[in-house]
Every structure is written in C-alpha cells, then in structure tokens.
C-alpha cells in the first residue's frame, strides 16, 4: 500500500552550451578586416556556426551580413570599411548544442593608416639621431627576421632590426635590436 507519494521528472539541458563574443579591439585600420570571434563558455572557439551582423555607419548607413565562424571561431567582416566611426551589433541563434547570444551597438572606430614612403633624394629621413645624408638607405626594408648591418662614413657599424631601431645607440627613443625582435614577436 502506498500512502502518499511525490514524483519530480527534472530535464536538465546538458546539450546547449553557453556562448558569447570577444572583441579584440575597437579601433582597427582601413587596410584590416573587423572581425570577432564566437566562443564557448571556456573561451573555446565555435567553428562553423552562422552568425548574422549589423553595421551602421556615422551617416546611419546600414548593412547587414550573415558569416559563417571559421575553425577558429573568428567572424570577419569582408569588406575593406572606410575611415569613419561605425557601430556593430551581432548575434548568433544558437544550434549544434550551442545557446545563442549577441551584442549590441558596439562603437568601431576605423582610421587611415600612416603611408610610410622612402625619398630617393639626398634628403632622407631617419629617426637615427647621428644620421648623414649619404648613408645606405637599405637600413628602411630591415625587419627583425632580416636584419641590415650599415656601416656609417666615421666606421662605426649600425646593425637595424627595423627602420630606426638598431643596436649601436638605445638611448633616447631608440630601442635595442634584442628588446625589438622580442616586442615584435
């Protein structure tokens, strides 16, 4: 005989993970692409999902895209944006055992980047403070990975790991070739 009696039937959902967005930044250059990732709730990337954004420009320009996440769980936006200030929002509804989430209205600041030109003429520029007219203008294409080893007219030797950022002087806004390979890396 049963007296009296209390059954509970308890669905936990186990099969939807939580999500969310990480930006990385708020401002990027015309020549990047704005882009996102989509994660789990350990920061995991979501590979393959599709993810619906909204961009509205300054002038309350809008367009609209649907992206899928890349095996990194990045969303790009593909095209190139103008210098200007826009504002995204995005989300993603959820689906392959994943809840949805999204953002609204964050504000993207895109800004030209700074064109670096090299001059032919005897009046070059260097941010090398004992720099000479005459010198061996190869020293602007050194890169960490490529270092160039210019020899000045007094005999001291320079060794760049950038344009202006060499060994010899690593005083004032200078940096030594080590200390620039290791911020560059």
Not at 153 to 161: F, K, R, V
């Amino acid at each position: 005989m049963i007296i009296g009696g209390v059954s509970a039937y308890f669905v936990i959902d186990s099969q939807n993970i939580d999500t969310h967005f990480i930006i990385d930044g708020t401002s990027i250059s015309t020549d990047d692409y704005l882009d996102f990732r989509l994660v789990d709730s350990n920061n995991e990337s979501v590979a393959g999902q599709r993810v619906y954004a909204e961009l509205v420009s300054s002038d309350g320009e809008s367009k609209n895209y649907t992206i899928s996440s890349d095996e990194k769980g990045i969303v790009s936006i593909s095209d190139k944006l103008d210098e200007g200030n826009y504002t995204i929002s995005a989300r993603f509804e959820g689906g392959d055992g994943y809840k949805s989430c999204e953002f609204n209205d964050i504000k993207i600041s895109v800004y030209k980047k700074a064109v670096q030109t090299t001059s032919t003429s005897s009046s070059s520029i260097s941010s090398d403070p004992y720099y000479e007219d005459g010198w061996d203008d190869d020293h602007q294409d050194a890169t960490p990975d490529n270092p160039v080893t210019v020899t000045k007219p007094d005999g001291d030797t320079y060794t760049y790991y950038g344009p202006g950022h060499y060994d010899y002087y690593a005083g004032g806004s200078h940096m030594s070739g080590e200390y620039y390979k290791q911020r560059n890396a």
